[in-house]
């Protein structure tokens, strides 16, 4: 056709609605972290089902912030803020828990349980990984994670901000030199159940540890990789969250994924050079992340709703903006795939045991 005939048609395309949107809709997208609609969203509101419909969302890792009534901003940071008293982690959990079951029945999401749900997924659907930020509801004891299992989790972090029989985390003095003797055994409770193990928030003696124990590839589902990783003790919240390169290598050497998030700053700094509303820097930065652990380890790990006011990334009309600037970047098409959808899905996919 000529130039006026090929114009015309790329208008009835653009013109064409539904087709144009499914258009957009390649590739898939994944998130291994996210708390949409659990902390500034109101969870009844019907957005997230909505939205992951619209902008072609496979698969979202729903994360209940397991401590998250104990936990305050400070700041520089987050931090505990009381002790909780026996039993109630559980009853928070089991309460949260069922609100989120409720909303994708509801709003007929998938819950991802097998790895079928997830080709399923994949392939069109739009599916829940029920997920916790937090492994504080089990109260010290592996054997409480079968009845959760039962209930649908299938991704568990075990640490975040409150103290923890788990293990050390980032963001405070360590006290077990990585994962106590229960959270070694979650490892493996995990590994044989069938659940993600997700290491964010660990200190880094932790992650190697759970490298050694764990039989299936875990992950790191969201903060950002610098140098010799965060200390306890950095003067920012978002620096003591950072994990060191080598243990980023590392959990990718062992199949495993990375997850970014999408913190901006109120300006560039650090090592760190996503600003709030920067869509184009937040792809910059997977793709510089792609560059040094390779295109099959990094994934989205935004932390929606969890990244604060500053955020890149609030929604996933903003997520599929992402792509089309790593389209923008002329990353292959193969690697946009992967770190859109397919490396979360490549890795849940590995701990799942059915
Ligand atoms: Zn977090």
Redesign the pocket.
């Known amino acids: 056709m000529n130039r006026r005939q090929a114009l015309k048609a790329t208008l009835a395309f653009l013109a064409a609605g539904p087709l144009a949107a499914r258009a957009q809709q390649s590739p898939r997208i994944a998130d291994a972290?996210s708390h949409y609609g659990l902390i500034s969203r109101q969870i009844a509101d019907r957005d997230l089902a909505k939205d992951m419909r619209e902008h072609g969302v496979a698969l979202v890792a729903w994360?209940l912030v397991a401590d998250g009534r104990w936990i305050r901003g400070t700041n520089t940071g987050i931090e505990q803020h009381r002790v909780p008293s026996p039993g109630e982690l559980a009853l928070y959990f089991d309460d949260a828990f069922a609100r989120m079951r409720a909303y994708i029945a509801t709003n007929k999401l998938r819950t991802v349980l097998a790895r079928a749900d997830v080709d399923a997924c994949v392939a069109g659907d739009a599916g829940i990984v029920l997920a916790s930020?937090g492994a504080d509801f089990l109260e010290g004891r592996v054997e409480n994670l079968d009845a959760v299992y039962d209930k649908g989790l299938r991704h568990l972090?075990f640490v975040?901000?409150i103290r923890s029989p788990v293990g050390d985390f980032q963001t405070a003095s360590p006290q077990h030199n990585g994962l106590s003797e229960m959270g070694k055994r979650l490892v493996e409770a995990c590994n044989a159940k069938g659940v993600l193990v997700d290491l964010?928030?660990s200190t880094l003696p932790s992650v190697d540890q759970a490298l050694e124990i764990s039989s299936a590839p875990l992950i790191w589902?969201?903060?950002w990789v610098d140098g010799d990783g965060g200390n306890w003790q950095d003067r920012f919240g978002f620096l003591r969250?950072r994990l060191s390169l080598a243990h980023a290598k590392k959990i990718a050497d062992r199949g495993g994924m990375v997850g970014l998030?999408a913190l901006g700053l109120s300006r560039p700094g650090y090592g760190w050079s996503v600003t709030a509303r920067s869509m184009s820097a937040y792809a910059q930065e997977l793709a510089n992340l792609v560059d040094r652990i390779g295109a099959d380890h990094v994934g989205f790990g935004t932390?929606i709703e969890?990244v604060g006011a500053d955020w890149a990334v609030n929604d996933y009309g903003h997520v599929r903006r992402v792509v089309q600037y790593l389209e923008e970047l002329k990353l292959p098409a193969s690697t946009i795939e992967r770190v859109a959808y397919a490396n979360y899905a490549r890795v849940l996919k590995a701990a799942l045991r059915s």
């Open positions: 972290h994360k930020e972090q975040h901000y964010a928030h589902s969201h903060s969250r998030w932390d969890g």
